[in-house]
């Protein structure tokens, strides 16, 4: 019997362009030539609405899974090697997509000198996923990277029967200190509001209405002025995901209002950019588990591929923006609707700003509605709908059955216990039936879902590992997080009663 696909990854909230454009980056030589690791050839993405489901060779899992195990267990600078490479990388491709974004900026954008750009950078972003793929998939499917970290921890803890809790050491050790885009833009927002409070016109931001403050600040304060704009120029994809919003100026400063307003948040604020206080706290953690060189080398390789992770999902945010931004300038200039020219591939949008023809609008709606791609190898995307499309899921995939329980585990990324209703959020407009403390359950979690994080007590997703975007975010709000569970979302519903223990990595069904 013909051994079937097994779905790896899913997300909802998705654009085709930047799945396909995704999909095929795992495919480029320089996985195998730089990583040692075999190429993510041979794959499928099942793609509905905007939900895409990512379904894998099995056998490559496999052998992925245990390379990848090797590498760190034998090569003592395999997740620094990633790292610095990735930085590398990110510096080059930041570079390319400033100048995309000035080109877009003109009246009259050069689409053919676009189109040149855009096929520098894509290449760019292929490397940067490919040297990124190691720290991917460390941890994704199986959780190879967080279940071996659990291991060390729980024999540790039995060892010198230490009173902490296995979330609390590995939400901390696993934690990278990195400073990235994200970490620079929270710094320069948090530099903005101590200006603010030193210049005392709190209230005049509290108080004011956005025109008019807008007015008072360009007159009369035009170097914080300015400094918002900068902010906003250099940061505006940071929250992006696939399908937006970018921030302006009037979000910044509605970001900025709810900062000076709850002394919480700014307090917040601070911590997440002092990294003093987690490099000592996590120096005393390895103390107390007394890891040998051994066992300290994985906690430090997590935290090089969280690194690497956070470099390429930011670059990603920023990638899927400039896509849309492109698209958005080109279907103005032509009267296309943007929406439909967010279901080409690559070579077909390429293809587009250098004024060649692109399918028709009957089959990108298609595409969007429901396809599958499969990439036999990089270059080689090949798209099926309809009949064809329903064949491939019937005969390739393993759709796997949900059993309902009481008891659903996962991994540990963030410690602590908590009680609270269940309310499953993967979409942002879901967000308005979450109140203060209820448990936010979802497939995973993305920037968009981050005003409903902030009321939920407690994060649990179907998927990632402990450098996931739920992960990091519970992290910086302390807030008790099971990850990796592979169907909680599925198994619980909106108005169940359930207590996240988060020091084992459990979630219960009370009622």
């Known amino acids: 019997m013909e051994k079937k696909y097994v779905s790896t990854h899913k997300e909802n909230n998705t654009v085709f362009l930047n799945i396909t454009i995704n999909q095929e980056a795992f495919s480029h030589k320089l996985i195998e030539e730089y990583l040692g690791l075999p190429r993510m050839r041979d794959n499928y993405v099942l793609f509905k609405g905007g ?57 009259n954008p050069n689409f053919k000198k676009i189109a040149d750009k855009w096929e520098e950078a894509i290449e760019t972003f292929f490397k940067i996923c490919s040297v990124g793929f190691g720290a991917v998939m460390a941890d994704l499917s199986h959780y190879g990277l967080s279940n071996a970290l659990e291991k060390i921890v729980n024999k540790k803890i039995e060892q010198y029967k230490l009173k902490r809790s ?22 320069k927002l948090f530099d903005i509001c101590q200006e603010i409070e030193r210049l005392k016109i709190k209230n005049i931001f509290l108080e004011s209405p956005t025109p008019r403050l807008f007015s008072l600040l360009k007159r009369n304060y035009p170097a914080l002025f300015s400094g918002l704009n900068d902010l906003v120029y250099q940061f505006r994809w940071i929250d992006y995901g696939h399908i937006g919003p970018e921030m302006d100026l009037k979000k910044l400063i509605e970001k900025i209002e709810v900062i000076l307003e709850d002394k919480k948040e700014l307090g917040n604020l601070k911590e997440s950019v002092d990294l003093r206080p987690l490099i000592k706290l996590q120096e005393q953690y390895f103390k107390e588990l007394n890891l040998d060189e051994g066992e300290r080398h994985y906690f430090e390789t997590a935290r090089e591929f969280a690194g690497a992770k956070m470099i390429r999902s930011e670059l990603l945010f920023f990638t899927f923006y400039l896509l849309t931004l492109s698209l958005k300038r080109f279907a103005r200039s032509s009267g296309k609707d943007y929406k439909d020219l967010q279901n080409l591939t690559r070579f077909e949008f390429i293809r587009m700003l250098r004024g060649g023809k692109i399918p028709r609008v009957s089959m990108l709606r298609q595409r969007y509605n429901f396809c599958v791609n499969y990439v036999k190898d990089l270059n080689d995307l090949r798209i099926f709908t309809g009949e064809k499309a329903e064949k491939i899921i019937r005969e390739k995939f393993q759709i796997e059955r949900v059993v309902k329980t009481g008891v659903i585990k996962g991994n ?22 979450i109140k203060k403390d209820d448990i936010l359950v979802a497939v995973q979690t ?61 979630v219960k069904v009370i009622k």
């Open 412 to 433: 540990i990324a963030c410690a602590g216990k908590v009680r609270g209703v269940v309310k499953i959020i993967n979409e942002p407009y879901e967000m308005k039936k």
């Open 51 to 107: 939900t895409e489901e990512w379904f894998c060779n099995p056998d490559i899992l496999r052998v992925l899974g245990e390379k990848i195990a090797k590498k760190i267990h034998s090569e003592k600078n395999y997740g620094k090697k990633i790292l610095i490479k990735t930085e590398e990388i990110a510096v080059d491709l930041y570079k390319k997509y400033y100048e995309i974004f000035d080109l877009l900026e003109n009246e």
């Open 166 to 187: 296995l979330g609390s050491y590995v939400g901390v050790l696993g934690k990278t200190s990195l400073k990235t885009k994200s970490f620079i833009f929270k710094k």
């Open 446 to 506: 993305i920037p968009q879902l981050l005003p409903a994080m902030k009321l939920a007590a407690a994060f649990v997703t179907d998927i990632g590992g402990i450098t996931s975007h739920a992960a990091i975010v519970a992290r910086e709000m302390n807030k008790p997080c099971i990850i990796g569970t592979k169907n909680a979302s599925k198994i619980l519903k909106d108005g169940d009663l359930v207590e996240v223990d988060a020091t084992k990595g459990v």
